[in-house]
């Protein structure tokens, strides 16, 4: 009797267990629903072009489900494409802490640092999509990734290139290019006195 009372609750507590992971993450199936519900509506205003309720809608339903990637993508999409880049970029960092494997959140959040002027953030990002995407066999965002990694390393070259030249027109450019230290060949043999 004994045997079948500790199966039992053995059973039970299992069961309990099985469930838990849902309950603790707070985030059951009808707010999952509700959070859909408020993700779709976001794309109908959009389509309606009211932006600010897309948005709206977007906030509430990450609000209600946060483990869901579709409506940060959106609201970074929004974001950029309102060339409110500061903004998407801090918006797209947290993301990206929130979803460390979504490739498309860190090249979303590459393009939101090229635009803000930061190149290594940019670069380190896009590379990070790059890995997340391989790693996926997304070949095609692969070669996206691929692409925008060039384009940043060029870009970075391109304006180095620029500075160098425009120091070395500057008056402080010329007098550092003056007190450089001359480059000596060295001697196979030494001098005899």
Known sequence: ???IIFIVCLGL???????????????????????????????LLLQQKNL???????EASIKIDPSDPNPYLLLGQILLKAQQY??????????????????????????????????????????????????????????SSAVLVEELIKDAQTQEDENAKASAKSPEGKKAQATKPLKVKQMDKPIKK
Do not use: W
């Open 86 to 143: 500061k903004q998407a970029e801090d918006f797209l960092d947290q993301t990206a802490k929130a979803f460390p494997n979504n490739g498309t959140v860190f090249y979303m959040l590459s393009i939101a640092d090229k635009m803000t002027d930061k190149k290594l953030p940019a670069v380190l990002a896009a590379r990070r999509s790059y890995e997340i995407f391989k790693a996926q066999g997304d070949s095609d965002n692969i070669k």
């Open 13 to 43: 507590i299992l069961t309990g267990c099985q469930q838990r992971p849902s309950s603790q993450n707070g985030i059951t199936a009808e707010r999952q629903e509700a959070a859909k519900k408020l993700f779709a509506q976001s794309i």
């Open 52 to 58: 600010k309720g897309a948005v709206a809608s977007l």
């Open 1 to 3: 009797m004994k045997k």
